[in-house]
């Protein structure tokens, strides 16, 4: 736990607006305790609905480690597909890259 910016709910209450500028820098944000236990964490509205997000992204992929893993096996056999050799077996053509 990160005690730099670690404190009591009681000293949050006191600097609840300084410490409501501070979470809107990227990755920063509090952990507030109650008799020393961690109780709630302060970040801001965005980081907090990035994080939402991210977690419906991965419950929308329920083997994601497992398709990571078999992934990494098929690239090492050298087993693995271009994105020009999927999209030719469905049936698109890519304009041709231009020569610079």
Known sequence: M????????SEARKRLFEMAKKVQIPSTHYIL???????VALMSAEEFESWQETLEVLGDLPDLEKDIEKAEKEYK????S?????LSK???????KSQK
């Not at 469905?90 to 041709?96: D, K, M, P």
């Open 2 to 9: 990160n005690t730099k910016n670690t404190l009591s709910i």
């Open 33 to 39: 305790t109650d008799k020393g236990r961690p109780k």
């Open 77 to 80: 056999k050298g087993t693995t």
């Open 82 to 86: 271009t994105l020009e050799d999927i």
């Open 90 to 96: 469905e049936g698109y053509f890519l304009a041709e």
